[in-house]
């Protein structure tokens, strides 16, 4: 995932919080307006891309969105392109990297360890959507509105148990809409 999330050089936070948000929260990102540029080059003294995003976000079109986005990316900084872990941006500038966010809803935390449990306080939301995506997965498309009550039926028995997850891939598998 890590991987994926980077272009196989250097990371993004952007990319990053994008993916975590839609595949991990539900919850897509919609296109940025025509009229919003990339990040410019650093001319006024921003020395790293948290910086850089600080600054672009300051224009009130892009902050809706970048509010959610930055913050999950800046957690998932401590690692690089690959996925190895890293306190520093490069060997060579030691430029160091800080994976402190804020939520929307105003919940701090300092790295992906604290944002995980500011996941887990989710359970339900993020079990919804892990069983949505494994039931896109298996079946081949997408889910529809029509599919909700077959997603509640897998939930359901499983909440009291905390979703154990092979109980939920065995749910999806015996389900009427996966067999048929």
Known sequence: ILTVSANGIETSPVTRGVW??????????PPPPDD?????????????????????????TCFQCHRKIDP??????????????????NIK???????????PGGAKFDGPEELKQQLVERKDFIARTVTERL??????RRMEPTDRPVVDAILMPLKAEDYPTARLIESI???????R
Do not use: C, W
């Not at 595949?23 to 897509?28: A, D, E, F, M, S």
């Not at 800046?74 to 941006?89: H, N, P, W």
């Open 135 to 140: 039931l896109t997965h298996a079946l081949g």
């Open 36 to 60: 919003v540029p990339a990040i410019e080059p650093d001319t006024r003294g921003a020395k790293t891309i948290r910086d850089q995003l600080l600054k672009h976000r300051e224009d009130a």
């Open 173 to 179: 598998v015996t389900s009427d809409l996966f067999r």
């Open 93 to 103: 500038s030691k430029r160091p990297i800080f994976t402190s966010g804020e939520l």
């Open 72 to 89: 999950l990316g800046f957690a998932m900084e401590g690692f690089d392109a690959i996925g190895q872990s890293r306190k520093v941006y």
């Open 20 to 29: 975590l948000l839609e595949n991990v929260l539900g919850t897509p990102t």
